[in-house]
């Protein structure tokens, strides 16, 4: 696992991203949100929601007085991160919280592994 997680393309063509370590390890704040997950990055850059205790909080990277919910993800441990056909992230916790990053049409929303922000475009 050189970029510290798996990708697993599943039959509904959505992707499950199996990480060798699913120990948050930090989380850190600067042009995007980036969640340490071993040597895998999740990184955010758009606006994103967050549920702890079935509570939702509607977030955004560049509004960071108001970042308090994604930071009570720490300490935690990743149950399941995948992304939908249509480019939905949602990565859940073992406790039941969950992050959900709806893909923007104009730029990357998120990105996966171990990587800069913002992502590299291809072209």
Same mark, same amino acid.
């Given at each position: ?25 930090? $989380?850190?704040?600067?042009? +995007? ?11 955010? &850059?758009?606006?994103?929601?967050? =549920? $702890?205790?079935?509570? &939702?909080? *509607?977030?955004?990277? *560049?509004?960071?007085? =108001?970042?308090?919910?994604?930071? +009570?993800?720490?300490?935690?441990? /990743? *149950? ?13 916790? =073992?406790? &039941? ?6 893909? =923007? %049409? %104009?730029?990357? /929303? ?11 475009? *291809?072209?």
């Amino acid at each position: 696992m050189p970029d510290g997680c798996v990708i697993r393309e599943l039959p509904d063509g959505s992707r499950e991203f199996v990480l060798e370590d699913p120990v948050l390890a930090y $989380i850190q704040v600067d042009a +995007a949100c980036r969640l340490r997950f071993g040597l895998t990055d999740v990184a955010v &850059g758009s606006q994103f929601s967050v =549920e $702890i205790d079935g509570i &939702g909080h *509607r977030l955004d990277p *560049r509004r960071t007085g =108001e970042l308090g919910p994604l930071l +009570a993800l720490y300490p935690g441990t /990743a *149950r399941w991160l995948w992304a939908s056909p249509e480019g939905m992230l949602t990565l859940v916790f =073992e406790n &039941g919280s969950r992050l959900t990053v709806v893909p =923007e %049409v %104009v730029a990357p /929303a998120w990105s996966v592994g171990a990587m800069s922000w913002p992502p590299v475009r *291809r072209t």
